[in-house]
């Protein structure tokens, strides 16, 4: 799998939009963006997922670049309840491990 | 609720003794996958069967072994166990459409809210 690469922490404001970024220069055609938190360890959340085109869904929307090089996925709102650890991972989809780096922690401040 | 059911929640055991957990997959899921979070560590990969084969293999240490049973729960065995097998246990499962012919999925996993191992 292609690797990523996030920034370690970020800070939102409750109420504003959360902007993650993730950068994966090596991704290959067929590989997808995924996008999952984890909650102060429980197990991870599935957030979304997409190829090429943009994708959003109850919880989120993910923006991928015109290159595929790079993805932003966007909490619109951001509730202190979204406080967690955000991995990037990208795949090809079907049957395969998810392989988790490090993540970004976002902390929601009221 | 994700739909996948770990147990124990927590267990705590001393070194060199031998603990299975348990992980009954979302209805119709044929994948089970196993993860384990340690502190230093994060998130890794262990193992993955699909249909009761195993399929990819992580970083899973020779004293681990699992199995997936033709009910599909699946179960993970850690043996001689140390000090720093404490640690998050999570079990995963994932989709595989019924029509498809094939083991081919969206990629989702759907993760238990796993087993917490302390080895005293």
């Known amino acids: 799998d292609a690797k990523t690469t996030q920034p370690p922490s970020m800070d939102c404001a409750e109420g504003r939009a959360a902007n993650l970024p993730c950068n994966h220069s090596t991704i290959s055609g067929n590989e997808y963006v995924y996008w999952y938190r984890q909650i102060h360890s429980q197990g991870p959340q599935y957030i979304i997922h997409?190829?090429?085109n943009n994708e959003t869904n109850e919880m989120a929307s993910l923006i991928i670049t015109e290159d595929r090089k790079s993805s932003t996925l966007i909490l619109p709102h951001a509730t202190l309840r979204d406080t967690a650890v955000y991995y990037c991972i990208v795949k090809y989809s079907g049957n395969t491990p998810l392989v988790f780096g490090k993540g970004t922690r976002l902390s929601v401040i009221a | 609720d994700s739909g996948v059911t770990q147990t124990p929640k927590h267990l705590i055991t001393a070194t060199g003794q031998r603990v299975t957990l348990r992980c009954s997959p979302r209805s119709g899921d044929l994948s089970v996958y196993w993860y384990q979070q340690s502190l230093d560590q994060g998130l890794q990969f262990l193992i993955q069967?699909?249909?009761?084969?195993?399929?990819a293999k992580g970083n899973i240490l020779e004293r681990f072994s699992a199995q997936q049973f033709p009910d599909l729960h699946s179960e993970l065995n850690l043996s001689s166990l140390e000090l720093g097998d404490s640690a998050l246990y999570f079990c995963?499962?994932?989709?595989?459409?019924?029509?498809?012919?094939?083991?081919f999925g969206t990629g989702e996993l759907f993760f238990g809210e796993g087993s917490r191992l302390t080895v005293l």
């Open positions: 997409g190829l090429k």
């Open positions: 069967y699909y249909n009761g084969e195993e399929r």
């Open positions: 995963a499962s994932s989709v595989v459409p019924a029509t498809s012919g094939r083991a």
